[in-house]
């Protein structure tokens, strides 16, 4: 078993590592290594003007995305814990089942159809690009969101704040949303590494002008190399930066399971 | 301030299940417990009374107010709930001094308040912590301080020691019944443990199939129940199927027993209620309502032994201190009480 464990992590790491080995390696063609060290790639990136555009397109996008799941996910989150009838409930599941069942593809294909006719012309807009985003990364939040809600009895808080004298505005900005900030703020951030991350929608309804970071990072894989590497350990670091502030932010959820009775 | 229930109505659109003309009234320092079995109502009257629910008739006065239509923020209630229901995101201090929040009280009083509320519960030294930092007892205290903090006009405790074990469960009681006292403060109280009603009340309402039954004192209701149902429900009871067949004489599966009938006709169906520490074990020959049996069940208890002694026709259940062997039992006329059938 331990040997299993070895060999899958290994499985995992070695394209990272690989990774980053060619991102700091001077040449890297027909051999299992590069030869050759230099920080060349990381600058060559730094100054390549579409590169730049690309990253400040997929954090304008990603702040975008947050910004609106959070404010439609909040009271749809509400509307399906407090929602008693059946049909509410087995519609709240197939929407959080929707990114795992439906490919991101079938969106993008559906995009395009949709977007690109006369009466709708808006492919290729950044707007776009955000409400793909939005659809494809809502479910994760509503899913934090509703678990914790339910995890809360938010409910019964609700009510006991209503016997003591709260209104609805009160309970609201006073018990419903600080109660919830640690399940927020951790489905934000994951709402964030997916946005930051995603490609397969973005590369068929981006515009050439509004090309995230992963879709122009295809692009280099056509040139050099290392530049290519470089350009995808960004990328990672990012990602990786935003599972960590992810995992901090929720660091009091599970915790709160092991209540002490 | 009082609470005053009239004729109270309400019934769930799907369930059928509801209340039906319950009547009741607490006054102030009064400690009222609401039992029985779960679904018989207990909950909804309380969930009326907060204004969670609108009855379809009847009325709620909470100090001479008619609570129609007033929303539950504003009925200026107590409540401790189940779970609690403290807020996770505050401290113990936090959550005691909301409630002065809502009512606009500085925060400097506020605190001040809350923190001699904590006191009074013995809980000073935890204000700084989170309701996950403390345990059941300490959360259900805190949650009692929070409920009353603010002088509401009644307090509506909804089973606030079911989640407690049995040993922090009749601790918790009694703190429960002084810091009551000491706010002299009208109480409803809603538990399905009759224990726990009967040892903290100063009355118990019983209810069943959304019907209050009875409404009396703890010593009252166990010895003269209204009906069947509450006799059972309401401590241990030997319960007979009985029909009166002569001036103080009933006939029953286990023999003839002779009973006060109270000038019930012959023929008259009832039911004989009497309480298992009102068996005496070992009476002399020849004493009225003498059985002889079998011991089937023997359980001893400590300060007391319960016994289930099988005779021909049925079985009878005693409490006796003493530990020696038991074969005849005898049921004393006088402790014989007759209920409707």
Redesign the interface.
């Known amino acids: 078993m331990p040997i299993v464990t070895a060999l899958y992590l290994l499985y995992l790491t070695a394209p990272i590592a690989l990774l980053a080995i060619g991102s700091v390696g001077e040449s890297w063609t027909n051999s299992l290594l590069p030869s050759g060290l230099t920080a060349g790639w990381y600058g060559q990136l730094w100054s390549d003007a579409s590169f730049r555009r690309a990253f400040t397109v997929s954090l304008t996008v990603c702040v975008a995305t947050c910004a609106v799941t959070a404010l439609i996910g909040v009271p749809l989150a509400y509307a399906i814990y407090g929602a008693s009838r059946r049909g509410v409930r087995a519609a709240a599941r197939v929407l959080f089942l929707l990114p795992v069942a439906a490919p991101p593809l079938v969106l993008g294909f559906g995009f395009i159809l949709v977007f690109s006719s006369d009466s709708l012309p808006f492919l290729g807009s950044g707007w776009l690009l955000v409400s793909g985003h939005v659809v494809s990364t809502l479910p994760y939040l509503m899913q934090t969101l509703v678990a914790d809600m339910r995890h ?2 938010l409910v ?2 609700e ?9 609805f505005r ?1 309970r609201l900005l ?2 419903v949303i ?2 919830l ?1 640690q399940s927020l703020s951790s489905g934000l951030i994951m709402v964030a590494a997916l946005s930051i991350g995603e490609f397969q929608l973005s590369n068929l309804i981006a515009g050439f002008l509004s090309r995230p970071y992963p879709v122009v990072l295809l692009q280099a894989f056509y040139g050099a190399t290392g530049f290519a590497c470089a350009g995808t350990m960004l990328l990672l670091l990012l990602a990786v930066l935003s599972a960590l502030a992810s995992a901090s932010a929720g660091r009091g959820l599970p ?2 399971k092991g ?3 | 301030m009082s609470v005053v229930v009239d004729s109270l109505a309400f019934r769930y659109p799907a369930a059928g299940a509801g209340l039906d003309g319950v009547s009741l009234d607490v006054a102030p320092g009064e400690f009222c417990a609401v039992i029985g079995p779960s679904g018989c109502g207990k909950s909804t009257l309380l969930k009326l009374i ?1 204004g ?1 629910l609108s009855p379809a008739a009847g009325q709620i006065r909470i100090a001479g107010t008619d609570m129609t239509g007033v ?9 401790v ?1 189940q ?1 609690y ?1 403290l ?3 505050m401290t113990a201090l936090e959550n005691v001094a ?2 002065l929040k ?2 606009g009280i500085g925060r400097a009083e506020r605190l001040n308040r809350a923190g001699q509320a904590l006191e009074r519960t013995r809980l000073s030294g935890l204000a700084d912590r989170h ?6 007892g300490q959360q259900q205290r805190v949650a009692l301080a ?2 009353l903090v ?1 002088a509401p006009g009644a307090l509506l405790l909804d089973e606030p020691l079911s ?1 407690l074990d049995a040993a922090h469960r009749a601790a918790m009681r009694d703190e429960i019944r002084a810091v009551q006292r000491e706010h002299g403060i009208a109480t409803l109280h809603v538990t399905h443990d009759q224990e726990e009603a009967l040892s903290i009340a100063d009355k118990v309402a019983v209810m069943r199939d959304g019907a209050l039954l009875q409404l009396a004192s703890p010593q009252e209701l166990y010895d003269r129940p209204a009906d069947r149902f509450v006799a059972g429900f309401v401590g241990h009871a030997n319960l007979f199927d009985a029909t009166v067949c002569g001036p103080d004489l009933v006939e029953t599966s286990i023999g003839p027993l002779a009973c006060t009938t109270e000038g019930r006709p012959i023929g008259t169906a009832v039911t004989l209620l009497a309480r298992p520490e009102a068996v005496r074990t070992d009476p002399p020959d020849g004493a009225v309502n003498r059985f002889t049996g079998t011991l089937v069940r023997d359980r001893f208890l400590g300060s007391l032994r319960r016994y289930d002694l099988a005779v021909p026709g049925g079985t009878i259940l005693g409490e006796t201190l003493s530990r020696g062997d038991i074969r005849s039992v005898q049921i004393p006329p006088d402790c014989l009480r007759i209920l409707p059938a």
């Open positions: 809360l009895d019964t808080l009510t006991a704040a209503e016997s003591l004298g709260a209104g009160q006073g018990i600080p109660s900030r915790s709160r209540t002490p009775s | 907060a969670f929303p539950p923020r504003l009925r200026n209630l107590g409540i709930f779970n229901a807020f996770p995101h909301y409630p809502l009512r309701p996950r930092q403390l345990s059941g929070r409920a603010f989640a």
